[in-house]
Structure formats: C-alpha cells, structure tokens
C-alpha cells in the first residue's frame, strides 16, 4: 500500500525558531511530491518537487527532495505565528492514478 | 477573479438522508477533484473530473458516492443515505490543467463540512 508518512504530527516552538518538517513514502510509482499549508480552511500550495537534490526556495521557506532515501525536508525560517497551520506533503503517484496520497499532516503551532 | 467555491460550507443531515455538496471552480478551468478529510486523517482522493466526465474515480466508495461535472454549472458530489461514518470536511480543487507537471497547482475551496446525526 502506498503511503506517505509526515514527523512530527505536532510541533510548538517560539517566534524566530527555525522549524524542519518531514515527510517520507514509500509508493510503487513516484512523479513528485508536493507540500501544502492548511490553515483553518483549504490548503494552498506551497511546493511541488520532481527532482532531487535541488531547494525550492519561497521567502523563509525552502524545500528539498531525497529520492534515494525516499524523503522530503520542509524549513521555515524565522519562524512567525502567522506560519501556524497543518502542513501537508502529498505524493503524485503518476501512472494513472490523478490523485494525490496525502501525508496526516504536521501540526506546527508558533508562540509569540 | 473569484476562488473556488463550495457551497455549503456546513452541511447537517440526518442518516439515511442524502447530501449534496457543489463546487464552482476558478474561471477558466476545466478540471476538478475531490477530496474528503476524515477527522485525525489526511486529505484523501475522492475523484477526478472534467467538465461532463469522470477521468478517475477510484478514491470514491463503491457505493452511495457518486460525481458530476456538467457541461454547464457546478460539479456535484453525491451522497446518498449518509451514515455517521460520512462525516467529514470535503473539499474541491480545481486546476486549469490537465496532464503535464503542472496540473497540481491545484486550488482549493474552502471545504464543506458534513455532519451526520
């Protein structure tokens, strides 16, 4: 069974801290891996990664992809309250499959 | 340009009672999917649709479920004789794009919360 493993499921720093989220699969087909930050309601889009080794890189944010070891990074830098929400890794299986697998989730919670 | 939008956004039925949740995606595109979000769970796949047709369904139960996407108005998610287990926030997505690496720029509605009695 495909799945799609996100550590931790809940985490609470300060404001400022520096935040890495992961997220590792194990699927039979593999095209991308996707990140998404989900507030109180839907999530939007953060990062889509096919390659690995190569940082995508949004603001305080970047992203990279390890398709050896079968796992992606999420860093947020100087962490602010605003960044509290769930982050959710997604894999796009290909093959024919138009979904996407999704991760549970980590819950990342910024105190001022 | 409007988002994506889901209507109701809260939705109560009683069991054996049928749900219907709309999704009117963004302006100019084609391509819709489902998703439903079981509490303590990630999003899951429900199905993928185009306008007037079912490209892959296989997130979506065998029975009860069904979807549309009509050439005109909004895709439809069917639930017929809701059970408890049916509860759960379902949202939509819509993408101008197909196949090609970019179809998962995926946006999302706000979701439709379901709750069974």
């Known amino acids: 069974e495909d799945k799609v493993v996100q550590s931790p499921l809940s985490l609470v720093v300060h404001e400022g801290d520096t935040v890495t989220l992961n997220c590792s699969y194990e699927?039979?087909?593999?095209?991308?891996l996707l990140w998404y930050k989900q507030e109180k309601k839907a999530p939007t889009f953060l990062f889509m990664l096919?390659?690995?080794?190569i940082e995508k890189k949004s603001g305080r944010l970047s992203s990279i992809l390890d398709k050896k070891e079968l796992f992606s990074i999420l860093n947020i830098t100087a962490t602010q309250t605003g960044d509290s929400a769930i982050y959710l890794c997604a894999v796009d299986l290909g093959g024919g499959a138009d979904g996407l697998t999704f991760g549970k989730g980590t819950h990342l919670i910024i105190q001022p | 340009n409007a988002g994506v939008m889901q209507n109701p956004r809260h939705l109560v039925r009683r069991r054996g009672q049928e749900a219907r949740l709309r999704c009117s995606p963004m302006k100019g595109h084609s391509h819709v999917y489902w998703y439903r979000q079981l509490p303590e769970e990630g999003l899951k796949f429900m199905v993928y649709l185009q306008k007037e047709n079912i490209i892959d369904e296989s997130g979506m139960p065998k029975e009860r479920f069904s979807a549309e996407f009509p050439k005109e108005g909004p895709s439809i998610l069917r639930i017929q004789q809701v059970v408890r287990g049916d509860s759960a926030a379902y949202f939509c997505a819509s993408s101008p794009f197909g196949q090609g690496r970019n179809r998962y720029e995926q946006y999302f509605g706000p979701g439709t919360r379901l709750t069974v009695t």
């Open positions: 699927v039979t087909n593999f095209r991308s």
């Open positions: 096919t390659s690995s080794g």
